[in-house]
């Protein structure tokens, strides 16, 4: 079975940094591109970026919002991808979420919510 | 940057068809992938590939893709059908997934 979880989440001061990890289980997870979205309170869904797998590089992408203060990451030997947050704005308060990206994103952690807040 | 437009909110009386569309510039030309969200939890894949259902997602669920618009139908609604649903496609100028700004389902 599938599955994954976040963690890392919890409550940070503006400008400060935070790191959240997406544990895999059940799949080859060196074989899969991995996601990161977002939905601040009452909003939708955003995009944040992606890590593709070791077979494409482990190469990034990242959305406009997010790049130059946001960094994904992977540990394959360890099933964990990472998201790197710097610099934190209010504006990043939302539940984090990690998928399993191919060309949709079929699998989907829980979440863990940020609140960044002084 | 390539832009979702989706219906704010649709409602539907349970047992009739609801239909969300998602426009886009000549999306019919790209793959769309929908997701559905129930409040409190996380996104489910519905529909990948325009129309193909993942295991475990019924057959009244279905999508179509076309010119400037692709849809999401649902026939013989039912009170757990009502959820937020949101379109998303891969933008290969930018290399970015692009998401609708989702669709709140109520069943009436």
């Known amino acids: 079975e599938v599955q994954l979880v976040e963690s890392g989440g919890g409550l940070v001061k503006p400008g400060r940094s935070l790191r959240l990890s997406c544990t895999a289980s059940g799949f080859t997870f060196g074989d899969y591109a991995m996601s990161w979205f977002r939905q601040a309170p009452g909003k939708g869904l955003e995009w944040v970026g992606f890590i593709r797998g070791k077979s494409y590089g482990g190469t990034t992408e990242y959305a406009a919002s997010v790049k130059g203060r946001f960094t994904i990451s992977r540990d394959d030997s360890k099933s964990i991808a990472y998201l790197q947050m710097n610099s934190l704005e209010s504006e990043d308060t939302a539940v984090y979420y990690c998928?399993?990206?191919?060309?949709?994103?079929?699998?989907w952690g829980q979440g863990t919510l940020v609140t960044v807040s002084s | 940057s390539y832009v979702l437009t989706q219906p704010p909110s649709v409602s539907v009386a349970p047992g009739k068809t609801a239909t969300i569309t998602c426009g886009g510039l000549n999306i019919g030309s790209k793959s769309v992938h929908w997701y559905q969200q129930k409040p409190g939890q996380a996104p489910v894949l519905v529909i990948y590939y325009n129309s193909d259902r993942p295991s475990g997602i019924p057959q009244r669920f279905s999508g179509s893709n076309s010119g400037n618009t692709a849809t999401l139908t649902i026939i013989r609604v039912e009170a757990g059908d009502e959820a937020d649903y949101y379109c998303q496609v891969w933008d290969s100028s930018i290399n970015h997934q692009v998401l609708g700004g989702g669709t709140k389902l109520t069943v009436l």
């Open positions: 998928a399993r990206a191919g060309a949709a994103s079929d699998y």
